[in-house]
């Protein structure tokens, strides 16, 4: 960034996944549709540009028209980029780890949290409840 506006300093795109975990996020906490609409088209675009007849491929530049391909394929395309894709467009599937009860890892493996804080006070009350009958 300079006074002239934002630059990219790299031009290639790898198939990563982190602008559709956003949109995924952003779209269920708000449900605005736009966030999918988004989605949709950086699914189109990866359809278009990045497939392969066996695989995807990671584009070399993006400036250029056509974009060349890389020939890589990453293994978070599928276990992350793509997840998050299925998951921002099948509500089903979304529905069934609610960001209330699950967070996703480095790698968009979802987590049940655990309830250490309210755990530990539900024993500490038990365990004060216990102490008072005693002392009775």
């Known amino acids: 960034f300079d006074n002239k506006g934002w630059y990219a300093k790299e031009h ?5 996944p982190e602008t559709i975990e956003s949109l995924y996020i952003m779209f269920s906490v ?3 549709e736009q966030y ?4 949709w088209t950086i699914f189109q675009s990866i359809q278009q540009y990045c497939r392969t007849e066996v695989a995807y491929s990671g584009i070399n530049d993006v ?3 056509p974009p060349t ?3 890589k394929m990453e293994s978070f395309v599928m276990a992350e980029t793509f997840k998050y894709l299925y998951l921002l467009f099948d ?3 979304g529905s069934l780890i609610p960001f209330s009860e699950f967070v996703f890892n480095t790698e968009a ?4 949290k655990f309830k250490l804080l309210s755990s530990i006070l539900k024993e500490d009350k038990q365990g004060q409840q216990e102490d ?3 002392k009775k």
């Open 109 to 112: 493996h979802p987590i049940r």
């Open 91 to 93: 509500e089903h599937a």
């Open 69 to 71: 391909q890389d020939n």
């Open 36 to 39: 999918r609409e988004w989605g």
């Open 132 to 134: 008072a009958n005693v």
């Open 30 to 32: 708000t449900g605005n």
């Open 12 to 16: 290639h795109y790898q198939l990563r």
């Open 63 to 65: 400036r250029d028209m």
